[in-house]
């Protein structure tokens, strides 16, 4: 039989984990799990906002093999995902001028484009001087990325 104290430990050490991933300064039992909660609806949240975007991805590539969005929020801008199961000659200039012309610097970026393409690239902005914060939100930014790839499309159609 397991004895009460041990027991009592064994609860406090699983409280004590989930404080860790979710809110390391709540104290009481009650805040704790309300976190908790918190951080498993955010997740199911992502959770569905990826699927659909798949979901999305996979119609729009079996219709017309279009390259697959996906923009997400980070500390430093935004994270900014393309990708394309087939090469896509001169995309990367397309998604480089949206990102110019929505004043984002490109902060670190992968990419990939022989077989098939493949861009991760963290935009942010670098502010300088006496210049003002820009706002702009992930929506924006994947609107801004998906004009450049429908632009891509057009010029490459007409080549």
């Not at 404080?19 to 976190?35: L, V, Y």
Request: glycine residues 4%.
């Amino acid at each position: 039989m397991v004895s009460k104290e041990q027991k009592k430990a064994a609860v406090y050490r699983k409280l004590q984990l989930l404080r860790s991933i979710t809110n390391p300064h709540a104290q009481r039992k009650t805040s704790t799990m309300i976190d908790v909660l918190k951080y498993i609806k955010d997740l199911k949240q992502k959770m569905e906002r990826v699927n659909q975007e798949i979901a999305e991805a996979q119609n729009s590539t079996a219709q017309n093999s279009f390259p697959m969005v996906h923009v997400e929020d980070q500390e430093k801008g935004f994270l900014v995902s393309v990708v394309s199961e087939r090469s896509c000659n001169g995309l990367l200039v397309f998604i480089l001028e949206a990102f110019e012309s929505m004043g984002l610097d490109v902060l670190q970026a992968r990419v990939s484009c022989s077989t098939d393409f493949h861009l991760e690239a963290i935009g942010g902005y670098v502010l300088n001087e006496g210049q003002a914060d820009q706002q702009i939100d992930a929506q924006g930014v994947k609107q801004s990325v998906l004009q450049a790839v429908h632009k891509w499309r057009e010029s490459s159609e007409q080549e």
